[in-house]
Structure formats: structure tokens, C-alpha cells
């Protein structure tokens, strides 16, 4: 008895390889351009750095809930099975991403603002884009993997994205005294880029880290095929 | 350096968050390679 599925156990390809060593390499060289090439800010000091990760979690969250979003749709007017593992594999990693989000954000705002958290838009607005995500997440853990919940979950990716522009705007949205967010922010050449080097170095994390969780999601699906065929 | 620790903290939770979902996959893909093999071996081809 084989499954469909069975060409998941060969080895990495050599591209996935090649993939994890530029990794590696692409966050060594980050860290160094953070710690020593990208100056310290004036006003917030040292605990600036956590910008450098901080936001680059925010786009790969963004990024991943964006695959959700045309993978949902992809999966909705075709049925193909593929593009569904693919919207659920992205969620979970925009759920850490985001996750990741709202723990740094709070460590970065004490020293700064002198609260770990405020209500304030783009706080609660990302707050908002997490538990929906994690909605996503509890109903295909809690309804199994027919087609009824596959149906619900491209639903619920293609809705739950609409609150990405939402928390990417909410800053201009709304009047500069209910923000604690910047409106706008100001680097100099040298943050820039360290800041494009990590943003590039976290979008290269989130491929790798997706097509890891890709390749869990096609091993399950093989097992399963297997116990259908046995039962 | 003022606030190293918040520094510090932030990334050791962001990397370790990171390293704990990786190894959680690696596990996973494993433990899945395994029960595919039993599966197979306990039913093999032709076998009804």
C-alpha cells in the first residue's frame, strides 16, 4: 500500500538545503550589522535594537496572512486540496509571527513609554488580527479535516485579512493623541540598512519555516491516506 | 547600554520561540516518517 503522498519522505531537496544555509548565514550577518553597524537612537537608546526583529515579525505576519488570504480563494474556486494545507500551514507561522509581535512590543514600550501595554489602535487593532488567527486555528483543530471545515477556514482566512490594512492604517486612522505608535518614523542610512537586511533575512525565515510546515502537513496527510486504505 | 535586558529578553524570546517551533516540526516529520513506515509494513501491497 503507498499514498499519493509517499514522495514527502525523500530527503530535502537541495534547494531547501541551500535555502537553510543562506539562512543561517543571512541571520549571522544581520545580528552583526544590528549590534555594531546600525548606530544606537538618540532618544530611546539600546532598546531601539528590538525595532530590527520587531518589525520584521509584524511583516512576515502580515506576508503569511496575505498567503492565507490568496491561497483561501485559490482553494475556494478550485477545491484542490494543496492550497488549503498551504493557507493552514501560513496561519500557524503568521500566529507565531504575530505572537512574537505582541510579546516584543510590550518588552520595547516599558522602558519607552514607561506602560507594558496601552489600548491605543495599532495595539489593539494587531491584538484583534492574532485572535482571529488563532480562531482559525482552534476551529480546524477542534473540527477535524473534512471538507466542511476546510470550507469554513478559506472563509475565515479571506475575512480575517481584511484587518491587516486595518492594523497597517489604524496609525493615520486615527487622531495622534489616541496613538502611542510614531505616525511616522525617521532612520538614518545606517538603520535602514540593517533594517532592510533583517526584513529580507526574516521574509527568506518565513519561507523556510513554511515549507518545513508545509512538508508536516503532506506527512499527516500521507499517514492518513495510509489508515484510510487499511480500514 | 541601558536596557540590555529588555534587549535581551525580547530576543531571546523570539529566537527561542523560533528554535521551539522548528524542533516541534523536525519532531513531528519524524514521528509521522515512523508511523508511515509501520503503516506500510503492517499492511503490505497486495494484502487484502
Known amino acids: ?39 544606537t537612537e538618540r532618544t530611546m537608546g539600546f532598546v531601539q535594537k528590538i525595532f530590527y526583529y520587531h518589525v520584521p515579525s509584524a511583516w512576515n505576519a ?9 491561497c483561501s480563494i485559490l482553494y475556494l474556486t478550485s477545491r484542490d486540496r494543496k492550497w488549503d494545507i498551504l493557507a493552514a500551514s501560513s496561519v500557524e507561522i503568521g500566529v507565531i509571527f504575530s505572537l512574537i509581535v505582541l510579546i ?5 514600550a516599558k522602558p519607552v513609554w514607561g506602560v507594558w501595554w496601552s489600548w491605543e489602535p495599532r495595539l489593539t487593532t494587531t491584538l484583534i488580527l492574532f485572535l482571529i488567527y488563532v480562531a482559525y486555528l482552534l476551529l480546524r ?22 484587518v491587516v490594512p486595518l492594523v497597517y492604517t489604524s496609525v493615520n486612522w486615527w487622531s495622534p493623541e489616541a496613538q502611542v505608535h510614531p505616525q511616522r ?13 533583517s526584513l529580507f533575512t526574516f521574509t527568506l525565515l518565513y519561507v523556510y519555516l513554511l515549507i518545513r510546515r508545509v512538508r508536516v502537513a503532506y506527512a499527516d496527510a500521507a499517514v492518513e491516506d495510509l489508515r484510510q486504505q487499511n480500514d | ?35 508511515y513506515q509501520h503503516l506500510k509494513h503492517a499492511h503490505p501491497e497486495g494484502k487484502q
Request: no cysteine.
Open chain 1, 1 to 39: 500500500m503507498k499514498s499519493k503522498y509517499e514522495q514527502v519522505f525523500s530527503q530535502d531537496n537541495i534547494a531547501t538545503k541551500l535555502l537553510g544555509y543562506a539562512l543561517l548565514f543571512a541571520m549571522f550577518f544581520s545580528f552583526l550589522l544590528i549590534a555594531w553597524y546600525a548606530p
Open chain 1, 62 to 70: 502580515f506576508l503569511a496572512f496575505g498567503v492565507v488570504f490568496v
Open chain 1, 104 to 108: 516584543t512590543g510590550p518588552i520595547w
Open chain 1, 141 to 162: 483543530y477542534f473540527s477535524g479535516q473534512g471538507q466542511r471545515t476546510a470550507n469554513f477556514s478559506a472563509v475565515l482566512g479571506i475575512v480575517g485579512f481584511l
Open chain 1, 185 to 197: 518614523i525617521g532612520m538614518g542610512p545606517n538603520m535602514q540598512v540593517a533594517f532592510f537586511v
Open chain 2, 1 to 35: 547600554m541601558k536596557n540590555f535586558g529588555f534587549v535581551l529578553a525580547a530576543y531571546s524570546i523570539i529566537w527561542g520561540l523560533l528554535a521551539v517551533y522548528l524542533g516541534r516540526l523536525t519532531m513531528r516529520f519524524s514521528q509521522l516518517k515512523k508511523e
